[in-house]
T-cell receptor, first 113, second 113 residues
């Protein structure tokens, strides 16, 4: 069955450093992959979408890569700030429908001042 | 424009009771999906409705059901509540086609005692 794994449950880094989060998937060839941010007690908020034919996507301090051979996506936050502390989730569409997403369990990022 | 609205925000129910949760999607969005989020299992897909029809269904027992109205508003019902149904229930709306982001509501925190 399709599986999606985010390798680290938690990641602690110092302010100003680059945070790198990993998302791996198996038994699947998705057309695209998405990253979301979730703060405690709130719903996830969309950050970036990267398509299978795109190697890299950037948005301000965020960068996502997508390697369909390795079946892996990397999510980078450069010049990290305490306000970036949150749980980050990767998600893939299942069954050809955007409304049916498989989510990883998330990586909780803590940025210390 | 207004975001996704879920009501109520918090709910406490007794085992064996039933509960109905409501979701109002973003205006113009035809797809509404429901997810259950627990600390152990993460975000799990329940079902998706598109133009009043159930388009996809996750691996949950028949006690979980939903519907969508002609104005795209959706309700989710859980009958014969069990302690394990305690979770954050999230609703997401999207236009309904691929390569689009999902917009999540704040969620309904259901506690079954």
């Amino acid at each position: 069955s399709q599986k999606i794994e985010q390798n680290s449950e938690a990641l602690n880094i110092q302010e100003g450093k680059t945070a790198t989060l990993t998302c791996n998937y198996t038994n699947y060839s998705p057309a695209y992959l998405q990253w979301y941010r979730q703060d405690p007690g709130r719903g996830p908020v969309f950050l970036l979408l990267i398509r299978e034919n795109e190697k890299e996507k950037r948005k301000e301090r965020l960068k996502v890569t997508f390697d369909t051979t390795l079946k892996q996506s990397l999510f980078h936050i450069t010049a990290s700030q305490p306000a970036d502390s949150a749980t980050y989730l990767c998600a893939l569409p299942r069954g050809g429908s955007q409304g049916n997403l498989i989510f990883g369990k998330g990586t909780k990022l803590s940025v210390k001042p | 424009k207004a975001g996704v609205t879920q009501t109520p925000r918090y709910l406490i129910k007794t085992r064996g009771q039933q509960v109905t949760l409501s979701c109002s999607p973003i205006s113009g969005h035809r797809s509404v999906s429901w997810y259950q989020q627990t600390p152990g299992q993460g975000l799990q897909f329940l079902f998706e409705y598109f133009s009043e029809t159930q388009r996809n269904k996750g691996n949950f027992p028949g006690r979980f059901s939903g519907r969508q109205f002609s104005n795209s508003r959706s309700e989710m019902n859980v009958s014969t509540l069990e302690l394990g149904d305690s979770a954050l229930y999230l609703c997401a709306s999207s236009p309904g086609w691929l390569n689009t982001e999902a917009f999540f509501g704040q969620g309904t925190r259901l506690t079954v005692v």
